[in-house]
Each structure stands twice: as C-alpha cells, then as structure tokens.
Nanobody
Framework: QVQLVESGGGLVQPGGSLRLSCAAS????????IGWFHQAPGKEREGVSC????????YYADSMKGRFTISRDNAKNTVALQMNSLKPEDTAVYYC??????????????????WGQGTQVTVSS
C-alpha cells in the first residue's frame, strides 16, 4: 500500500524558511509525478508545486515562484519543498501526493490514493 508522509512544518516568522519533506513507502518516488498542495483554514486545497519524474521538470503556483523550490532525493526516496521568504499567507497545512500528471494547473482532484495527515506551516510574528 502506497503511503506518503509529510514532515518539516512548524512555526516561523515572516521572511523565514522551512524545508518540508515527503517520504514514501511502497513506491519509488522517482518514477512518479509528485506534487505539494496546501490548504488554509476556510479555503480549498490548491497546488503549490510539482515535479516530473523524467526530466525533473517543475511547476510552481504564481505566488510561490522565486520563493519555493521542489527537489528530489532519490537516495532517500523523498521529495522536498524548500520554502524561503515565507509570508503569513503561506500559513496552511501542506500535503504531498502522487499526481496523475504534473502540470501548471496542479489540480488537487487529479491525484492517486488518499491524502495524508499533512504538516502544519504557520508564518507569524
């Protein structure tokens, strides 16, 4: 059974950084499109970033471009999301998922399996 587990969230001040990690069991992540999503209180879940397996192509939501970086660590079978210059509006629960296809739209409706517990990111002074 495929299971993805998110970690690395926490409380950080505006302008700070966090590095989230998505670890998988039962699946070799390098073979799949992997996406990061977030859901803020009272809002719908939306795509943050994703990475393709073949050429490592990536997409980012417009508000994350230049601040977030998605990457793979094949030796650890993980996908990381480096988040810099964090803003209060980045506060949300962050989830990773196997996607049908990594593309600019990053639809939360087009994933395989179910959502994990996520990891809470809070940006506040």
């Amino acid at each position: 059974q495929v299971q993805l587990v998110e970690s690395g969230g926490g409380l950080v001040q505006p302008g700070g950084s966090l590095r989230l990690s998505c670890a998988a069991s039962g699946l070799t992540m390098n073979n799949y499109d992997i996406g990061w999503f977030h859901q803020a209180p009272g809002k719908e879940r939306e795509g943050v970033s994703c990475i393709r397996p073949s050429n490592g192509g990536t997409y980012y939501a417009d508000s994350m471009k230049g601040r977030f970086t998605i990457s793979r660590d094949n030796a650890k079978n993980t996908v990381a999301l480096q988040m810099n210059s964090l803003k209060p509006e980045d506060t949300a629960v962050y989830y990773c998922a196997v996607m049908e296809q990594c593309r600019a739209t990053m639809s939360p409706e087009k994933i395989f399996g179910s959502w994990g517990q996520g990891t809470q990111v809070t940006v506040s002074s």
